[in-house]
Structure formats: structure tokens, C-alpha cells
């Protein structure tokens, strides 16, 4: 089966430090993949070189077979990328619907409209996407009055309004209660099965990452250390080092020296 | 060859002053973030302090030296007055309220130094013992040039071990990197602040004192150098030192160059030259990327199409505004043609600054480009008043879309301060084409024709052009593109993650915003009959944003109901003498006590005297 995504050679360093080195990874249709490893392994950078955020130093990202590399990141949401941001992004001085309004528009390019009424477009649209994520009831309240699992769910429908191929979720439940956290990934599976999506996503919560994940990819300083099943993972010596060494396997190394 | 190296030296003398008053406000920026515009006040007051202590104290070498840097000193401690009573305040405030608060102190500083030394200009003595010129190669060059020329290296060495070898000095450079960090320190950032400020207030002053043998201290000192330092800072890079010598000596020597080939190019230069440094250094030569931003608004209120209820009273307001010329005497009904013109004038700018969250300092520029086109239109091409109202918002817009491309480049402050160099480009372009624009003479004659001369058959036509005009852009609020203005306002980030071009989005934001400011200009030059240079002054643009500023900015109708109660004020004030001061007054009160507008601060004090329960329990 041909992968959604292709990811060859990626390469990234600041200043010396090899922040995403020679990482590869495929990811096929309807896949949930969860990108795990400990904090500053490199997975943001390595997310922000798959939106366009940042230039890879090396290698390169197909979609659909077609290269990402060197887009902009506004042309690579047009190819159907979606993305959540890991702290919640999203207009304050509109409400819920507006915001889903919003994401519509600007994906029927309706932008330069000078005429319409936003606030009376795509209403049907912007609602069933609401219902998707359970968030109908607050669809009148501004943004800036919701609780921030609330607004996690509003993150998860603008992105579905591009009706994207690939979503990419940084941390999707950071910051969250833990029995919201699970909720959230239930939901987020669940129109990942329904829609035919492909995710690639980043978490701390082992609990959703092994609940939830087809495939999980470990980074750690930059490289890919292991790939597999929640199973594999978990028996994998080195990834074992990884977490449970609290710390890099590096540094155990250093500690025993 | 000879005559090149004079030239030379000429613009190093220039560099001098130039350095010095922007790198004051350069370290001042650094550290508080604040974008100060009576910097240039106290560039004045230190000329005007300088003069009065040289013709008062024995002359002489030490005399005249002693009144320099006394003058220096004395407005370090008018700075660290206005420090602690205003700006202290105001820290945390959105960018809008701090230059608007600074920009009140200037017309305070104004009426200050006029009711103290009177409107004449004032040319101090030479100084003593550098009165002469000696030869170089051939030409004379002052010897208070030379000196000049030494004083600001010198200065920028006294900067720079202050900042490495003192202990205050470091803590200033580590504010300037990350402001987090100090805090992190527990260093007394009030302190910090507040030194930081009277240096830089000093180094304005004295750039003052040592002008006052070349030029006379004059009350226009302040503005006509304000832009000229913003340009510096900018290009130099907001917060460096090094960088606002750098700009100030690149910015005179050519000039100094430029002028030899085209005289009226002084005006234009800088502004040239920062384009081209910001295209290819956005935060300029030494600057790096860093907060532009002052601290956080509230979140707004989503926007709500008007009630039924709502909309007929509106109905009904517009109704008896079409009906007025049949009630009220013919002078009310050119009042109310000023109140029309200066509404749709506040909301095309609360479009771009409110709506879209670029806080422009030269909205006028759009406004007397509009002016002048109409004017133009009728008195070069011969055209009616019809042709010449399109020709207004269509030569606005195209200025607006050169000037935008590069603004929306920046955002917070910088954007500001460039929107305001692009205002003085302008106006030092209309004040100097004498031939087409007819300089400080203006344009007189541009009369309605015959069919529209009467004023009340006017007072429709301006009715048509300014009430459609605000109908249109509220409209334009209301649609997909006002919302992304908004939106790219709230988050850029998410803007952009949704596909939006958020450059492009901009740039026809504040294309369209200086079209209508154009159609306003356009209308008040057939009212007036004749158009002046200060239709793009500082001071126009500034009316402005206190209309947006007293009607509040978080409301689509705060400008309207603003610039109404700005004409009433300006009606009555104007009349007073030292207007000027109580106009800074009524900003500073504003600013400080109201910030969220006339209603929004009687509200409060409704809520504070418990005559009305707040939202929240
Ligand atoms: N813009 C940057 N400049 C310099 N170093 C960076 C930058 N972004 C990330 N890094 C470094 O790259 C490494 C990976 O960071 P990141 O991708 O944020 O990790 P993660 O998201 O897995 O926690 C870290 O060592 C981090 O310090
Ligand atoms: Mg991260």
C-alpha cells in the first residue's frame, strides 16, 4: 500500500546540535502514528519542518508523492495538512462557530469577500463539525470564555473544516485532566477511522499513546531509535533505557562512566 | 575633492546630534518597550534650557560648556518626572496607549516651552572658541563641526563602557536581551526603568544644547525630529547603540551627498533608506527579532450584527442627519459636513487599527493624499467635483499600497513608527513640490460647481460620499475580510494555519483603509475650497487615533460615536489658548483613566459607584 507520507533523510541542526537527524518514517492511509521520546528529542522541530514552519537542513517530505520541502506553510495547508498547536490557537475575539466559520472560508477562498456576511456562512457546515466534536451547545460563546479542553476540541474541528489528509497533533492533550486527555484521543481516533485521516501525533501520556496508536515511532536526541507496535515498544530494551533511565541513554552512559 | 571631504565632514557633524537623540531612544526602547515620541520634546526643551543658561551665565568657554551639559541634566530630571507619574503607568499597556500617551506629553512639552520662551525662534551665540573656520584642503569648516564630529564617538564610548563596566550597565544590556531574566534576577526593574529613562532623556537633551550655535531652537524642533530619529532607530535596530550610530552616520553622510545632485531629496532619503535596510533586514542592521508588541489587550467581545432595535434607531439618527439642513442655520450644517468627513476619517482608521491591529501614526498621509488629488484634479486637469472625488480614494489607495508594502512588513511599533516616517515622506514631499502642490500656500479654489455650491446641496454630497463610506467599510467588517483582518489580528499563527496569506491580507487591509481616509480628504477639500499641507500632518493623524481612542477601540462604533465628541472638543478647545496643553491633558486622562474609551469609562465609573452591577458577579 502507498504511504500518505514519506519521510526521507530528515535533517535539522541549531548551531551544532543535531536536533532531528537522518529521521524516516512512512505513514499510511488511515494510519494513527504517535512520534514519542522525552522532552528536547526533537519532535517539534521535527513536526514544524512537516508544515513548512521550518527548513529542513536535509532530506525530504513527500505528499502523496509530491515533495513538501521548500512550500510555503500556507500552500502545505492547502495540500490538505492540517495541524493542532500544542497551546491552543485560535481567534479570541470570535465565538466557536466563528471560528469554525472561519477555517471554512478560507478553504472555499472566500477570503476577499467584501460583501457576505461571515458570521451567515457555511452555518450548516460549521455546525455538523461542532457535533463531530461535541462542541454544538457552545457554538455562540465566544473563545475567550472556554475552558482549554473545550477549546482543544474547537482546535480538532478548524482542522477537519480543510478536510485534510494528514493532520498533525503536537501534544494534542497537553495541559489537559487526565480523563479528558483519554476522551479527547477517543474522539480524535474515532473520525481518524471514520474519515479515512492519516495522524501523526506527539504525547507524554504513554497511557494514550499505547490505548491508541497503530504504529509508534521513539526519537530520542534526534534520531529514530525504535519503531513498532505498543507491544514492541514496550519490550524494547533501548527505549526501556530511554524512559525509565529518566533520562537520555547518553547520559546514563555518562552517569556510569 | 576638497569640497567632497566638506561635504563629508558636514554630515558627520549632522550624524552627531542625529545619534545622539536616537540612541536615547533607542536604550530606552530596549529596556521598557515603550516607543517614547516626546523624545524630540526633549531634544527642544534641552536647546531652549541650553540657550537660556548661555545668555545668562558669563560667557565664555566654561559658560558655555557648563550650560550644555546643565541643560543635559536638566531634563534627565524632567525625564524621571514624567517617568515616574505617566509612563510608570502604562508599562503593560497596548502598544497604542504608550505612544499616544508619549505623544500627549509632546503637546504639553509644546505649550510648555511656548508659554515659557514664546513663539520666537531663538539663535544662540556661537561657541566660544569654536567660532571660527579653519581650511581643510581648501575649504572651511567650522571648528564647531569638528567638534561635533568628535562628540558623538565620544558619547557612544561613554555608552559603551557604562553598559560593560558597571554593574547598572550590564543589568541594562540583560534587560534588553530578555526582560524575563531581570525579573528572574530580582533586580528593582522600577529602578532600572527609571534610570534608563533619564539617560536616555539626557542624551536628547544634550543632542538639543549642542544644536543651539547651528540652528535656532524653534517650537517645531520636536516633530521635525522625531521622524528623522525613528527612521534611525529602525534602521540601526530598536535597542542598539551601536546600530543608531551606524544609521545616524550612514543617514547624513548621504544626505549630505544626495543633496549636492537633488536638494529636495533630505526628506525622502531616510525613509529610503530604511526601506531598503528593513527589506533586507526586518528588525534592522543590529537589531534582533524581539517583542513588538506592548502587553496584551483584553480579548474582545465577538462581533454581533445590530439588533432590530438597534438598526432602527440607527435608521432614525441617519434620517434626521439627512433632514438636518432643512432645521438647522447654514453654519450648523458645516459643522456637521466637519463631523461627517472626521467620522469616516476615524473609522478607516479603527478599520485598520482596531479590526486589524496595526496602529498607524500617519493615517493622514491617506487623508491628504485624497485631499490633494481632488484638489489636483480640479485645478491642473480642470475636471468637476465628481471625477475629483473618485480621483481622492483612488490616489490615496495606490499611495497607501506603496507605503503598506512595506509597513505590513512590521508589525506593533515598528509598523508604527513606519507609518509615520511614510506620513512625514509625504508631507515633506507636498511641502517642498512647490510648483505642483504649491508648498505652504496649498491649493486654494477647489470650490463645488455651480449645482452643488450651496451649502446645504454640499452638505448631500458629503452625506452621500461619507455616510455610504462608513456603510461600506462597516460592511466590509461584516465579511470574510474584515473577519480575517480580525483574525490575523488575534493570532497570526492560526491565520496562517488555515491557509490565509497574511501579508497579502494586510496589505489590502491597509490599502482599503487609506482609500477611504482618501475619500474623506476628497470631501473636506470641497468643503474648505483648499487644501494645505497639514491635511498630512502629524498632528492630523494623531486626531485620528483620539477619536478611535475616546470612542474606544474594541467597538465598531466607537469611532463614530468618538469623532463626534472629538469636534465638539476640538470646537470649544480650539478657541483657548494653550489648546495644545489641554488637548495632552484630555489624551493623558484618557489614556490613563479610560482606556477602554468615553463609554467604556463611564461605564466603569458607574460600576465603581454602584450604580451598575458589573457583568461579572
Ligand atoms: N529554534 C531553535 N533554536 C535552537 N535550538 C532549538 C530550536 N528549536 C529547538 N531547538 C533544540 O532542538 C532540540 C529539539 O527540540 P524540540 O524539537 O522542541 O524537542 P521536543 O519537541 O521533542 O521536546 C532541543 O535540544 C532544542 O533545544
Ligand atoms: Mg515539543
Known sequence: ?257 | MGFYFAQLLTGLANASSLFLIACGLSIIFGVTRIVNFAHGSFYMVGAYLAYTLVTTLPAGIFGFWFSVIAAALIVGVVGLIIEVTILRRIYHAPELFQLVATFGVVLIFQDGVLAIWGAEDLLGPRAPGLDRAVRIMGEPIPEYDLALILIGPLVLAGIWLLFHRTRWGVLVRAATQDRDMVDALGVNQAWLFSGVFVLGAALAGLGGALQIPREAASLQMDLSVIGEAFVVVVIGGMGSVAGAFVAAVLISVLNAFAILIFPQISIVLPFVVMAVVLIVRPYGLFGKPGSEHGGAAEPEQPLRLMSSQGAMVLAALVFALALSPAVVSEFSSILLVDVMVATLFAVSLHFMMGLGGMVSFGHAAYFGVGAYAAAMTVSFLGFGMLPAMAAGPLAAAAAALFFGWFCVRLSGVYLAMLTLAAAQILWGVVFQWQDVTGGDDGILGVWPPEWASDDRVFFYVAFVACIGGIWLLRRVAHAPFGYGLRGIRDSELRAEALGMDVKLHQWMGFALAGAFAGLAGAVFAFSKGSVFPDALSIAQSVDGLMMVLLGGIHALAGPIFGAGVFVLIEDWVSRLDYWRFIFGAIILVVVLLAPDGVAGGVERLLRVLGLRRGDAA
Request: aromatic share 6%; proline share 3%.
Open chain 1, 1 to 257: 500500500m502507498m504511504s500518505v507520507l514519506e519521510v526521507r533523510g530528515l535533517s535539522k541542526s541549531f548551531g551544532g546540535v543535531e536536533a532531528v537527524a537522518d529521521v524516516s518514517f512512512g505513514l499510511a492511509r488511515g494510519e494513527f502514528l504517535a512520534l514519542i521520546g522525552p522532552n528536547g528529542a526533537g519532535k517539534t522541530t521535527c513536526f514544524n519542518m512537516l508544515n513548512g514552519y521550518l527548513g529542513p537542513d536535509r532530506g525530504s517530505v513527500k505528499l502523496n508523492g509530491q515533495e513538501l520541502v521548500g512550500m510555503r506553510p500556507r500552500r502545505i495547508v492547502r495540500m490538505g495538512v492540517g495541524r493542532t498547536f500544542q497551546i491552543t490557537l485560535t481567534f479570541l475575539s470570535m465565538t466557536v462557530r466563528e471560528n469554525v466559520q472561519m477555517a471554512l472560508i478560507a478553504h472555499h477562498r472566500r477570503l476577499y469577500d467584501l460583501w457576505s456576511r461571515a458570521a451567515q456562512m457555511f452555518v450548516p457546515e460549521a455546525d455538523a463539525l461542532l457535533d463531530l466534536v461535541s462542541m454544538r451547545e457552545q457554538a455562540g460563546r465566544p473563545c475567550s470564555e472556554l475552558a482549554y479542553g473545550d477549546l482543544k476540541r474547537l482546535e480538532l474541528a478548524i482542522a477537519l473544516a480543510h478536510e485534510p489528509v494528514l493532520l498533525l497533533m503536537d501534544e494534542p492533550t497537553a495541559g489537559m485532566a487526565p480523563s479528558e486527555r483519554v476522551a479527547l484521543m477517543e474522539l480524535t481516533a474515532g473520525i481518524v477511522q471514520e474519515r479515512g485521516v492519516s495522524v501523526l501525533f506527539t504525547e507524554h501520556d504513554m497511557d494514550v499513546v499505547f490505548a491508541h496508536a497503530h504504529r509508534i515511532l521513539v526519537l530520542n536526541r534526534g534520531r529514530l531509535i525504535a519503531e513498532g507496535t505498543g507491544t514492541e515498544i514496550r519490550e524494547n530494551a533501548l527505549v526501556q533505557e530511554v524512559y525509565l533511565g529518566g533520562g537520555t541513554v547518553f547520559a546514563r552512559e555518562g552517569d556510569d562512566a
